[in-house]
C-alpha cells in the first residue's frame, strides 16, 4: 500500500493535562475509510482520515490502592452489564507495563458516558486512550513512543490515533499515523439512531467484496476552503457504509435525512456506523441543523461539534441537542 506521506508520525499522547485528575474523550471520525486489503492473520487494512470533534465522554481519577471504575451519564446504562470494560482493560495494560519490582498500582476512575455505545465514533478507544494518559500522569510513568503504539494496538485499532488526539491520516491496521495537511475550521453534525453496530459484524458482512485502493494524495498546500475539502472527500468513501446498512437499515435513513439539511456540503457514516456526520462550514449553520434534527427525530442522538485542531483548545466545544434544546 502507498501513501502520499514521507514520513510516519511518531507515537506520543497529545492532549496537555490541564487538569492531571480529568480529561475529555473527543469523539473520533471517520472522514474517509477505505479497506484495502487483508492480511494472513485476518486483520484488515485500512486507510483512513481521521479526525476528532469537540464532543466527548470525560473520565476523572483519583488516587487509591484498589483499581474501580464508575460510569455514569446518559449512556452509562449500555455498559452496566459490560463485565470487561475496555477502560479497565487499557489501564491493567498499563500496569502490567511498570518495570519489574515496581508496586502494582490502582486508581479510582470515574466515567461520564456522553456518546453512544458501539456507534462508529471510537468511544470506547478514547475512553482508553484518555484513561491511559491519566493513570500515566498519576503513577508518574514515562513510556516510548514504540511503547504507546504496542499498549494502543492490544486494545483496538482506534487506539493509538486516540493516544495522539490529533488529525491523522491512518493506515495498515490503525499502527500507521501520518500528519495531515492544513485544513480550514468547519463543523460538523453527528447522528446516531441508538442502534449499536458491532465492528466485527460489519466486517464480517462485507466477506467476499472487492478491496478498495487507497484514497487520492492530500494536496500539498492543503485545502484553503471547506469546499476544497469537501470536493476531495467527494472523491473517498467509507466502504464499511453498505455492509452497516445490511445490518441496521436505520443507517441509510439517517444518511438519507442529512442529505436534506441546507447547506450541508457532504455527509458520510463513520467507522463502522452507525454514527453518520454532515458536513457544514460554519457553526450557526451546523447548531440550526442540528436544532431542527433533533425536532424532528427526538429518538436519534443529535448532536453538533468544531472539529478539533491543534492549535486550538482540546475543549468540549459542541453539544447534544433533545427536542431542539442543547443537552447540557
Not at 118 to 142: P, R, T, V
Not at 278 to 293: G, S
Amino acid at each position: 500500500m502507498t501513501t502520499d506521506m514521507k514520513t510516519q508520525q511518531v507515537l506520543e499522547p497529545m492532549q496537555t493535562l490541564e487538569d492531571p485528575k480529568q480529561i475529555h474523550a473527543f469523539a473520533k471520525v471517520n472522514l474517509f475509510l477505505h479497506v484495502v486489503g487483508k492480511r494472513p492473520d485476518g486483520y484488515h487494512v485500512l486507510d483512513s482520515l481521521v479526525v476528532f470533534a469537540g464532543i466527548g465522554d470525560t473520565l476523572s481519577l483519583s488516587s487509591n490502592p484498589m483499581l474501580s471504575l464508575k460510569v455514569e451519564g446518559p449512556f452509562a446504562h449500555q455498559l452496566q452489564h459490560e463485565s470487561n470494560n475496555i477502560v479497565l482493560r487499557a489501564v491493567e495494560a498499563l500496569q502490567k507495563h511498570l518495570l519489574p519490582g515496581r508496586l502494582m498500582r490502582g486508581a479510582k476512575i470515574t466515567l461520564t458516558k456522553k456518546l453512544p455505545v458501539s456507534s462508529g465514533i471510537g468511544g470506547g478507544s478514547a475512553d482508553a486512550a484518555a484513561a491511559m494518559k491519566l493513570c500515566a500522569h498519576l503513577w508518574q510513568i514515562h513510556l516510548s513512543p514504540p511503547e504507546w503504539l504496542q499498549l494502543g494496538l492490544r486494545l483496538g485499532a482506534d487506539v493509538p490515533v486516540c493516544l495522539m488526539g490529533e488529525p491523522r491520516r491512518m493506515q495498515g491496521i490503525g499502527e500507521l499515523l501520518f500528519p495531515v495537511p492544513q485544513f480550514p475550521n468547519f463543523w460538523l453534525v453527528l447522528v446516531n439512531p441508538l442502534l449499536a453496530v458491532p465492528t466485527a459484524a460489519v466486517f464480517k458482512q462485507r466477506q467476499g467484496v472487492v478491496f478498495s485502493k487507497p484514497a487520492p494524495a492530500f494536496p500539498a498546500g492543503g485545502w484553503k476552503t471547506v469546499e476544497d475539502l469537501a470536493s476531495y472527500l467527494n472523491n473517498c468513501q467509507n466502504d464499511l457504509t453498505e455492509p452497516a446498512q445490511q445490518l441496521q437499515p436505520a443507517i441509510k435513513i439517517v444518511l438519507e435525512t442529512l442529505k436534506l439539511l441546507k447547506d450541508q456540503l457532504l455527509v458520510r457514516m463513520s467507522g463502522s456506523g452507525a454514527t453518520c456526520w454532515a458536513m457544514f462550514a460554519h457553526e450557526r449553520q451546523a447548531r440550526q441543523a442540528a436544532q431542527l434534527l433533533s425536532q424532528q427525530r427526538p429518538d436519534w442522538w443529535v448532536a453538533a461539534a468544531p472539529v478539533l485542531k491543534k492549535e486550538q483548545p482540546l475543549e468540549i466545544l459542541g453539544n447534544s441537542y433533545n427536542n431542539g434544546h442543547v443537552v447540557t
